[in-house]
């Protein structure tokens, strides 16, 4: 176990760099727990005006998902490492993401980096995942939304995905619903504001400031 117990921790750790802080500093922004939802996180980014630097926390997020599964995915076997690895260190990388130890535990909500880990597990699961997102965010311009609707599916997507629903790892499925039920948990504040009507809309900064 002690190969899986280390990928694990490396994958919290990478999960831990918050981007949209460290790209924000980069790009000489405000940091984006000032501002907007206070949020560390690209959407909010987004609401600093700077399309690049939103962009650049979206990528570097969602790399830090994707690249510890598929670091096990291909060179785990060597190790004795499977899926149940595969699953750890993405959720293990997402809690990263919520949870930072390099920032007193104060984290973003986990969107572009559960992503990535949804592209590393599978990348037909990644691609259903993000044209879920893309629907419901095209329609209803709330990325909070779109992000909480594609993470239930998530788990469902896998499970009638290019595997049979019966021989489809439990470890990976598990993985997935927490992530899942973590992230809405992580939005609560946009769900009470989706309720009042008061949730910002995508694109909508520019003309009410905030
Ligand atoms: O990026 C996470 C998104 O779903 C919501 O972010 O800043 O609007 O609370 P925010």
């Known amino acids: 176990y002690a190969y899986s117990i280390a990928a694990t921790l490396l994958a919290y ?5 918050s981007f949209a802080v460290i790209v924000s500093k980069v790009f000489g922004l405000n940091d984006p727990r000032s501002y907007g939802s206070k949020n560390p996180g690209a959407t909010n980014v987004l609401r600093s005006g700077n399309k690049a630097a939103a962009v650049a926390t979206l990528l570097l997020d969602g790399l830090k998902g994707w690249l510890p599964v ?3 995915k291909w060179f785990g076997g060597d190790y004795g490492l499977g899926d ?9 990388a997402f809690i990263g993401h919520l949870y930072p130890v390099f920032f007193q535990f104060k984290g973003g909500k986990g969107v572009a980096t559960a992503a ?4 590393g597990i599978s990348w037909v699961l990644g691609v259903a995942t993000l044209a879920t997102f893309g629907i419901v965010v095209f329609f209803s311009r709330y990325v ?5 609707a594609a993470a239930v599916f998530a788990p469902f997507f896998y499970l009638l995905g290019d595997r049979a629903a019966w021989n489809v790892d439990k470890s990976i499925v ?3 619903v927490a992530i899942s039920a973590l992230l809405v948990y992580r939005h ?9 009507g008061t949730e910002s809309k995508l694109g909508a900064s520019k003309k009410a400031g905030k």
């Open 144 to 148: 909070s939304l779109a992000s909480m």
């Open 13 to 17: 750790l990478l999960g831990s760099l």
């Open 116 to 119: 990535g880990v949804l592209l």
């Open 188 to 196: 609560r504040e946009n769900i009470n504001k989706l309720l009042k």
């Open 70 to 72: 598929v670091m096990v």
């Open 84 to 92: 149940g690895t595969v699953a750890a260190v993405g959720l293990a």
């Open 174 to 176: 598990l993985a997935l």
